[in-house]
């Protein structure tokens, strides 16, 4: 599976769910980060990741995407412009990832810029079965949080979202380790063995 992570606004969590989420579910997975700003998940030293800048040599970039089965692409809001200008110019977007993952928070500029990369998206002929919401740090629901992106014309999928737990990301990121580290329960193999790797987002996380 070959997923892009992407938000034109910048902190909603795209290298947590790159990290927390899908790497641990796919086997043999690589991270490839486009990142000049933020640290991202360069730091944690169990992850297998690589670490571009938008300026690299687009054609090593390109060619690992091609040649990795399973691929994660976190690319940092900064860098979104240049990086799908230069991977237009190898193939189609559309053709190369099998979804496109697209985090939010519940503040109104990120829900704003949120909806604005979801029309992006479907601008460059993406359909809405591939594009897939992940509402993170809900603090109680995702109906009342994200009230008003929830009122945009898009499939939303509610169940998909992330709880709130900053103490535990932050003691994770200090210690430069991740969930999966320090705690792997039993029904992981269970249920990666049943369900989509979306299907796991609410239960699994945190569970």
């Not at 902190?11 to 690589?30: H, I, M, Q, T």
């Not at 591939?130 to 629901?141: A, T």
Request: glycine letters at 4%; one cysteine or more; proline letters at 3%.
């Amino acid at each position: 599976m070959k997923i892009f992570i992407l938000n034109s606004s910048g902190n909603v969590g795209k290298s947590l769910l790159a990290r927390e989420l899908f790497y641990p579910r796919l086997e043999d997975a690589l991270i490839l980060e486009i990142e000049t700003v933020n640290s991202g998940s360069a730091k944690f030293p169990n992850l297998n990741i690589d670490k571009f800048r938008a300026t690299d040599d687009f054609s090593e970039i390109y060619m690992r995407i091609l040649g990795t089965e399973n691929v994660i692409v976190d690319v940092g809001a900064s860098n979104l412009s240049a990086f799908w200008e230069a991977i237009s110019e190898f193939a189609g977007v559309g053709d190369l990832f099998d979804i496109f993952v697209v985090p939010s928070r519940s503040t109104e500029k990120i829900q704003t810029d949120t909806y604005k990369t979801i029309d992006f998206l479907r601008s460059e002929g993406i359909n809405d079965e591939r594009i897939k919401v992940i509402f993170n740090d809900v603090k109680k629901s995702v109906d009342s949080e994200f009230e008003m992106i929830l009122n945009a014309p898009f499939p939303f999928d509610t169940s998909l979202y992330i709880r709130s737990n900053v103490s535990l990301y932050n003691d994770l990121g200090f210690l430069r380790k991740t969930i999966s580290d320090i705690y792997t329960p039993v029904s992981y193999t269970h249920l990666r063995a049943h369900e989509t790797v979306l299907d796991l987002v609410c239960r699994l996380l945190l569970e």
